[in-house]
């Protein structure tokens, strides 16, 4: 499997996931336009996507929706408040796909599982994406980690996490209250010490890589947040996990999972060179 972030941040958000045969973005909160040029300077195809997979209605997860559904011929699959509340928005998007939390489907072949999350929209949900061999983790703009979310944690292979703010800079910024303390609560946004919490809990779970998603960027810095989950893993006792930081402005990937990393491997050890982009 290959994962991609196009985009992370309060100005817009896009992960590529995408088996050998079939691929998905996760939410669209930027432009068709650059989902397409993005895709390309990462040697990925735009045209293969199957769907979008939406994670919540705030503009910056869908501003794009519509055109990406229209530009590629491919449904935007949400909860039932998820569509509801991007109607209002946005008006409705052509081949809509409604999903449940807790309910599998499958594109092509792969199996999406959505599971809830914590936030202040109207139905959010999170996804695990799976070939059957390996499996990615998106879970961004949640206030709290539940079980359920910690349990998909543990069994993926690549986790795309929140680590939004540093808890210190958030308190000593300037943001008005009202707002820190939405940042702050249930149903907010994951600080970089709550993230690294559950990665202390780790154990030896599959997991190999793990991406740092949705930075703010008035109330955290990479150094920071790269630093906690690193300190985090080498607490747990797993410091062979690869730390990946998502950008805003810039795209973080192809990261290789699976086969596609031992492919990556192999012809890197002998010196060929062998297409891995398919």
């Known amino acids: 499997m290959k994962v991609a972030v196009f985009a992370s941040g309060s100005s817009g958000n896009a992960i590529w996931v995408s088996s050998a045969s079939t691929a998905v973005l996760i939410d669209a909160g930027v432009s068709a336009r650059r989902i397409s040029q993005t895709a390309e300077g990462l040697g990925l195809d735009a045209t293969e996507l199957s769907a979008v997979l939406v994670t919540h209605e705030h503009s910056d997860h869908v501003s794009g929706l519509g055109p990406v559904t229209r530009r ?11 569509h509801a509340a991007i109607d209002r928005r946005l008006g409705k998007c052509p081949g809509r796909t409604i999903v449940e ?8 072949d792969l199996l ?9 929209c109207a ?8 070939d059957g061999r390996t499996t990615v983790v998106v879970a961004t703009d949640l206030g709290v ?13 690549c986790v795309v996490l929140e ?7 958030l308190r000593d910024g300037d943001y008005p209250w009202f707002l820190k303390k939405r940042i702050m609560g249930i149903e907010g946004h994951l600080s970089n010490e709550a993230a690294a919490r559950e990665l202390v809990s780790l154990g030896d779970g599959p997991m190999s890589a793990l991406v740092l998603a949705h930075l703010s960027r008035e109330n955290n810095t990479p150094d920071l ?10 607490r747990a006792g797993r410091p062979d996990v690869e730390v990946h930081l998502a950008e805003q402005d810039r795209a973080t990937g192809p990261i290789r999972l699976g086969l596609d990393a031992q492919l990556t491997d192999v012809t890197t050890s002998t010196g060929v ?4 982009t398919r």
């Open 163 to 169: 680590f939004n703010h540093d808890e210190q800079m």
């Open 112 to 120: 999406v599982s959505p599971f809830a999350i914590s936030h202040d």
């Open 145 to 157: 980690v539940s079980r359920p979310v910690r349990d998909r944690i543990s069994r993926a292979d």
């Open 225 to 234: 947040a790269l630093t906690t989950a690193r300190d985090a893993l080498e």
């Open 72 to 82: 590629f011929d491919i449904p935007a699959c949400a909860t039932a408040g998820t």
């Open 123 to 130: 139905e959010p949900v999170g996804y695990s994406v799976s």
């Open 273 to 276: 060179q062998v297409s891995c």
């Open 101 to 108: 939390a807790g309910t599998d489907f499958e594109i092509g």
